[in-house]
Structures are given as C-alpha cells and as structure tokens.
C-alpha cells in the first residue's frame, strides 16, 4: 500500500514553474522520498530522491519539509513534454521495493 | 542508470494459452522486479526476483500463475498463464540500481488477451 497522497490532478501554463505535492505524513526517520513520473505508453521514469535536504538534479528540484512529512518536487521550467503521471514514493527501508499510488496527473497547458 | 529491453512489446493471445515476457538489463542487476499495469490504473507489484533466490510474490498473485525465471544477473522472464481477458494490462519489469537503488523501468509489454 502506498504511504503518500497526491491531488489526483494539475495543470500548469507551459513556460511556468510546476509544483507538485506529496503528503507522507508516516514517513520514519531513513526512509527517502523517490519520485517518478510516467508519460502516455512508457514506462516510468526515475526523477528524485531525497532524505532531509533538498535535492536537485538536471530534471528537477525536492523540497522536503523539516518534520518530512511532506515534499514538494518543483519542474522549473515546465513543457508540454513533462504531461505525465508524477509518482511520489516512499519505499519500505527493508526491502526498497517501489509500491506506487495514483499519482498527479500533470497536464502543462500552451 | 540501466538500459532494459522487454519482449514482446506487444501481443494479442487467446484465452487460456500463456505468454512470457523476456527482461533484458545492460549490466549486472541484484533486484528485479515485475509489475503489472491494468488499463488506466496505477502499476501493482507482482514479484521481486532476485538472483540465486526463488522469487518472492505480493498479495494476489501467485507463482502457478505468474512463474518467473531469473537465471542470472542480466535476464528474467514472466509467464502469464492460463490467460484470461482480466490479464490485458501492461507488464513491466524494473531493476534497482544506483547508489540508493533507484529503479529503472523497462517499456512494456502490451497484453491484450481475446
């Protein structure tokens, strides 16, 4: 069972920052945060992940709160390639298997 | 990160036959896994296959309908047998690799089943 929430949906002006949410209020204190998203007919795609601090990569920025109980993956310049299905993941520490929820529908609109 | 190839991509079978599904990774991989991906659904865990250990399966799903094979560090292959019309979904296979073992997913295979 997934141990995060997501808003099911999104949208966003192209051009423009999107910010995407996630709630994982059950989080223990060395479980990481992973992120992936999933464009129409592929297979996800790893994005993130981070513990405690912030991260960033060529992709993407995580801003995960101080209690960590939340996280917010930021794409700073969004496209009209980013429209997917961004997942937001918490893995067991044991065993790190990526269980996935529903995820954001993000749309990024002309 | 890791390159995988799945096949087939895609099939179209009949009721009551079975189809393996190959997983092909570019570099030696501990953890493998197999999920499942019904149609406008979320991906669902079926298996974690681990080289030199028998296959471990997640609630519902079973190894006489799923078997996996995982005969070294590079390959896995999944049977759906006995295929019914509930089995159309998308199957894909993912390895953990990467210092926090992220994991990198394969295509898809596309299983429609008349």
């Known amino acids: 069972d997934a141990k995060t929430t997501q808003p099911p949906s999104m949208d966003c002006a192209e051009g423009r920052a999107a910010n995407l949410p996630c709630n994982h209020s059950?989080?223990?204190?060395?479980?990481?945060v992973y992120w992936y998203r999933q464009i129409h007919s592929q297979g996800p795609q790893y994005i993130i992940h981070?513990?405690?601090n912030n991260e960033t990569n060529e992709m993407a920025s995580l801003i995960i709160t101080e209690d960590r109980k939340s996280s917010t993956l930021i794409l700073p310049h969004a496209t009209l390639r980013d429209t997917a299905v961004y997942y937001c993941?918490?893995?067991?520490?044991?065993?790190?298997?990526?269980?996935f929820g529903a995820g954001t529908r993000l749309t990024v609109k002309p | 990160s890791a390159v995988i190839s799945q096949k087939p991509s895609r099939d179209i079978c009949q009721r009551g036959t079975s189809l393996t599904i190959q997983c092909q990774v570019d570099?030696?991989?501990?953890?493998m896994f197999w999920y499942r991906q019904q149609p406008g659904q979320s991906l669902t865990l079926i298996a974690t296959?681990?080289?030199?250990?028998?296959?471990?399966?997640e609630s519902g799903f079973v190894i006489d309908k799923f078997p996996i094979s995982r005969p070294n560090l590079t390959f896995s292959t999944l049977t759906v047998s006995n295929l019914s019309p509930e089995d159309s979904s998308i199957y894909l296979c993912?390895?953990?690799?990467?210092?926090?073992?992220?994991?990198?997913f394969g295509p898809g295979t596309r299983l429609t089943v008349l």
């Open positions: 993941i918490v893995p067991d520490y044991n065993n790190n298997d990526m269980r």
């Open positions: 981070g513990l405690k």
């Open positions: 993912s390895v953990g690799k990467g210092t926090y073992n992220e994991q990198f």
């Open positions: 296959a681990n080289q030199g250990s028998e296959a471990t399966y």
């Open positions: 570099s030696q991989v501990t953890m």
């Open positions: 059950t989080i223990s204190g060395n479980e990481y």
